[in-house]
């Protein structure tokens, strides 16, 4: 199965995107994507190509893909885990796919697998529990962690409660990394599109002290006279 699945990635190699992804998951030395390799394979022909495979997949399949050095690879890992835990008729299935993935973030190490798989797995799955396990990624050593602690956050938001988004960050306000300050500000961001009184009481007491990133995304989709005054403030 593993040997498949890499092979129908392999037939989707695109040389061009292969030069240029590294570039934008900032692969580099010292760069959050340092290392990282690329086969140049569109998202769209990536789950083109696993599609036949998440139902049979075992998550002895998917550990060996999920750490694997290829990007693409790992992606299709992260995609057959969303498929499995989505179509999942019992929560002891869910919560092996949870469990899993956790035990496996070392492979979930770029924003992109991050943000397709968090609220997906772990918000979903936390949704009617207690949710300490977000608050320990949150403050975890690992970047990836912590950023699925605020993605995760975002299938709660759907589900119109806030609370946990807020609290993490006020938690993670003040985070040295960039690509925390937009995670962070996309979801309050996406706080204020269904209670704009929320993200406004937030910002209110934070606006100030917040990373100006994470600021300009929250409160992105405000009027342009109120984003003016925020950024003014």
Partial sequence: MVTQIIQDLRNNIDATKAAFFPRFFKTGKGHYGEGDIFWGISVPKLRSAISKYFKNSTLDDIQHL????????????????????TKAKDQAKQKEIYDFYLKNTKGVNNWDLVDGSAAQIVGAY???????????LAQ??????????????????????????????K?????????????????????????????????????????RTMLRYAIEKFPEPVRQAYLKK
């Fill in 126 to 136: 936390l949704f009617d529990k207690e949710r300490s396990k977000l608050y320990e």
């Fill in 171 to 211: 938690i993670l306000l003040h985070h040295p990394h960039d690509l925390m300050h937009k995670a962070i500000g996309w979801m309050l961001r996406e706080v204020g599109k269904r209670d704009v009184e929320t993200l406004e009481a937030f910002l209110n007491q934070h606006y100030q002290s917040m990373p």
């Fill in 66 to 85: 999920i750490l694997d050095p290829v990007h693409e690879v790992r992606m299709a890992a992260i995609f057959i885990l969303v498929n499995q835990f």
């Fill in 140 to 169: 975890s050593k690992n970047l990836w962690e912590q950023r699925i602690a605020v993605i995760a956050t975002f299938y709660f938001i759907r589900k119109n409660q806030f609370e946990d988004t807020l609290k993490l960050a």
